[in-house]
Protein backbone atom coordinates (compact mmCIF):
# COMPACT_ATOMS: atom_id res chain seq x y z
CA UNK A 1 0.00 0.00 0.00
CA UNK A 2 1.38 2.84 -0.83
CA UNK A 3 1.66 6.50 1.70
CA UNK A 4 2.94 9.91 1.33
CA UNK A 5 3.54 11.57 5.07
CA UNK A 6 3.62 15.01 4.75
CA UNK A 7 5.01 17.04 7.98
CA UNK A 8 6.33 20.59 8.58
CA UNK A 9 3.55 22.72 8.35
CA UNK A 10 2.53 25.44 10.69
CA UNK A 11 1.94 28.87 11.39
CA UNK A 12 4.71 31.88 10.66
CA UNK A 13 4.09 35.73 10.25
CA UNK A 14 5.27 36.82 6.89
CA UNK A 15 8.64 36.68 5.79
CA UNK A 16 8.81 33.63 7.89
CA UNK A 17 9.91 30.42 6.58
CA UNK A 18 8.91 26.66 6.71
CA UNK A 19 10.45 23.21 5.35
CA UNK A 20 8.02 20.81 4.57
CA UNK A 21 8.92 16.93 4.13
CA UNK A 22 7.18 14.34 2.33
CA UNK A 23 7.72 10.47 3.15
CA UNK A 24 6.74 7.94 0.42
CA UNK A 25 6.20 4.09 1.18
CA UNK A 26 5.23 1.54 -0.59
CA UNK A 27 6.75 2.58 -3.62
CA UNK A 28 10.18 2.13 -5.69
CA UNK A 29 11.25 6.04 -4.70
CA UNK A 30 13.88 6.24 -7.97
CA UNK A 31 11.03 5.71 -10.20
CA UNK A 32 8.86 8.56 -9.33
CA UNK A 33 8.78 12.02 -9.89
CA UNK A 34 7.56 14.52 -7.18
CA UNK A 35 5.64 17.30 -6.47
CA UNK A 36 3.84 19.75 -4.57
CA UNK A 37 0.68 21.27 -4.77
CA UNK A 38 -1.50 23.55 -2.68
CA UNK A 39 -5.21 24.34 -1.98
CA UNK A 40 -6.06 27.27 -0.39
CA UNK A 41 -9.79 28.12 0.84
CA UNK A 42 -12.44 28.06 -1.64
CA UNK A 43 -9.83 27.65 -4.52
CA UNK A 44 -9.32 25.19 -6.56
CA UNK A 45 -5.97 23.01 -6.16
CA UNK A 46 -2.99 24.40 -7.78
CA UNK A 47 0.97 23.31 -8.57
CA UNK A 48 3.20 24.76 -6.55
CA UNK A 49 6.74 22.91 -7.68
CA UNK A 50 8.10 19.75 -9.59
CA UNK A 51 10.91 18.08 -9.17
CA UNK A 52 12.15 14.90 -11.70
CA UNK A 53 13.07 11.49 -10.79
CA UNK A 54 16.72 12.23 -11.08
CA UNK A 55 16.40 15.26 -8.74
CA UNK A 56 17.99 17.38 -11.66
CA UNK A 57 15.40 18.84 -13.27
CA UNK A 58 12.76 21.63 -11.28
CA UNK A 59 10.09 23.82 -12.11
CA UNK A 60 8.03 25.61 -10.26
CA UNK A 61 4.87 28.15 -9.91
CA UNK A 62 5.69 31.99 -10.80
CA UNK A 63 4.47 32.76 -7.63
CA UNK A 64 6.79 31.31 -5.84
CA UNK A 65 10.03 30.87 -8.02
CA UNK A 66 12.78 32.43 -6.15
CA UNK A 67 11.44 31.96 -2.51
CA UNK A 68 10.57 28.34 -2.77
CA UNK A 69 13.18 25.25 -3.33
CA UNK A 70 12.04 21.47 -4.13
CA UNK A 71 14.35 18.77 -3.37
CA UNK A 72 14.69 15.33 -2.98
CA UNK A 73 16.79 12.87 -0.57
CA UNK A 74 17.48 9.44 -2.61
CA UNK A 75 19.12 7.96 0.59
CA UNK A 76 15.93 8.75 2.77
CA UNK A 77 13.41 8.89 0.21
CA UNK A 78 12.49 12.20 1.13
CA UNK A 79 10.91 15.15 -0.77
CA UNK A 80 11.42 18.69 0.58
CA UNK A 81 9.86 21.87 0.11
CA UNK A 82 11.89 24.86 1.72
CA UNK A 83 9.74 27.78 1.78
CA UNK A 84 11.49 30.83 2.17
CA UNK A 85 9.26 34.73 2.46
CA UNK A 86 6.19 33.95 2.55
CA UNK A 87 3.41 35.95 2.22
CA UNK A 88 -0.14 35.56 3.42
CA UNK A 89 -1.18 34.46 0.45
CA UNK A 90 0.79 31.02 0.78
CA UNK A 91 -1.71 30.42 3.17
CA UNK A 92 -2.88 26.56 2.67
CA UNK A 93 -3.47 23.02 2.58
CA UNK A 94 -0.12 21.93 0.92
CA UNK A 95 0.08 18.39 -0.73
CA UNK A 96 3.11 16.00 -1.58
CA UNK A 97 2.16 13.83 -4.91
CA UNK A 98 4.35 11.12 -6.68
CA UNK A 99 4.26 9.80 -10.68
CA UNK A 100 5.88 6.91 -11.86
CA UNK A 101 7.59 8.59 -15.27
CA UNK A 102 9.45 6.75 -17.88
CA UNK A 103 12.01 9.96 -18.17
CA UNK A 104 14.47 10.76 -15.42
CA UNK A 105 14.02 14.28 -16.62
CA UNK A 106 10.56 15.00 -16.42
CA UNK A 107 9.01 17.37 -13.96
CA UNK A 108 5.36 17.07 -14.34
CA UNK A 109 3.42 20.36 -13.37
CA UNK A 110 -0.29 18.67 -14.47
CA UNK A 111 -1.80 17.42 -11.03
CA UNK A 112 -3.99 14.33 -12.97
CA UNK A 113 -1.47 12.92 -13.91
CA UNK A 114 -0.02 11.89 -10.34
CA UNK A 115 -0.93 9.19 -9.02
CA UNK A 116 -0.51 9.00 -4.94
CA UNK A 117 -1.45 11.69 -2.93
CA UNK A 118 -0.37 12.77 0.80
CA UNK A 119 -3.27 13.68 3.34
CA UNK A 120 -2.16 17.13 3.40
CA UNK A 121 -0.54 20.16 5.94
CA UNK A 122 -1.94 23.37 6.82
CA UNK A 123 0.14 26.12 6.46
CA UNK A 124 -0.75 29.58 7.60
CA UNK A 125 0.99 32.89 7.15
CA UNK A 126 -0.07 35.83 9.28
CA UNK A 127 0.55 39.37 7.87
Known amino acids: QVQLVESGGGLVQAGGSLRLSCAPS????????MGWFRQAPGKEREFVAALSRNGVFTTYADSVKGRFTISRDTAKSTVSLQMNSLKPEDTAVYYC????????????????????WGQGTQVTVSS
Open 97 to 116: AAVPTGSSYVAETNQYKYDY
Open 26 to 33: GLTFRNYA
